[in-house]
């Protein structure tokens, strides 16, 4: 069936290091989203991509969308304590965005030595 | 601001007993969706419901069922706990059928023992 994989399952910087996530479907999605969990907390919406190649930028977040709509990547430019928590990628069930269902990757938790 | 609520954030059971979770948002969402989560496991779909009284089984439906009567009422129902239902629930809302941004409940962490 259908898979969102991650990696890697867990990352530990040192506070002011780049940290990346990758995020790999085994089917073409339609879109893709990206959710952060902190400690103890629940999954809070980042972002949404849609295009093909698409490049998004959320201060030091970068969020890339691939050519084939397959895979994607979360870049957060020197860590901060902030940033720690659990980032998930999700696309739709099924490949098409007609269901509202997402399928989630297992997650990357990040963890950030001040 | 969407609110989604969860009726309980930590819930000790035993097995064999009969647990409801509930969950309730604000926002007059059509789709109700119910997560468990586990480490190295991410979030996976338990059931959805699209309507009042419609449901869909999601990923792992097996030993839950589900229970819609209101619109902004989603229940989720262990009919016979297990410890291997110990986990962290998660309930989401969005507004429609299409891929919305998904709207969590801040989570039930259910331990049966």
């Known amino acids: 069936g259908q898979q969102v994989m991650q990696i890697p399952q867990y990352q530990h910087v040192q506070e002011g290091e780049d940290f990346t996530t990758y995020c790999n479907s085994s089917?073409?999605?339609?879109?893709i989203q990206w959710y952060k969990q902190r400690p103890g907390g629940h999954p809070v919406f980042l972002i949404q991509l849609v295009k093909s190649g698409e490049v998004k930028k959320q201060k030091r977040l970068t969020f890339q969308f691939g050519e084939a709509k397959k895979n994607s990547s979360l870049h957060i430019t020197a860590t901060q304590t902030t940033d720690v928590g659990t980032y998930f990628c999700a696309g739709p069930a099924g490949g098409s965005s007609n269901t509202g269902k997402l399928i989630f990757g297992q997650g990357t938790t990040l963890q950030v030595k001040p | 601001d969407v609110k989604v609520t969860q009726s309980s954030r930590y819930l000790v059971k035993r097995t064999g007993e009969k647990v409801f979770l509930e969950c309730v948002q604000d926002m007059d969402h059509e789709n109700m969706f119910w997560y468990r989560q586990d480490p190295g496991l991410g979030l996976r779909l338990i059931y959805f419901?699209?309507?009042?009284?419609?449901?869909e089984k999601g990923d792992i439906p097996e030993g839950y069922s589900v229970s819609r009567e209101k619109k902004e009422r989603f229940s989720l129902i262990l009919e016979s706990a297990s410890t291997n239902q110990t986990s962290m629930y998660l309930c989401a809302s969005i507004p429609g059928r299409t891929t919305y941004e998904q709207y969590f409940g801040p989570g039930t962490r259910l331990t049966v023992t």
């Open positions: 089917t073409t999605l339609s879109n």
């Open positions: 419901s699209y309507d009042v009284k419609m449901k």
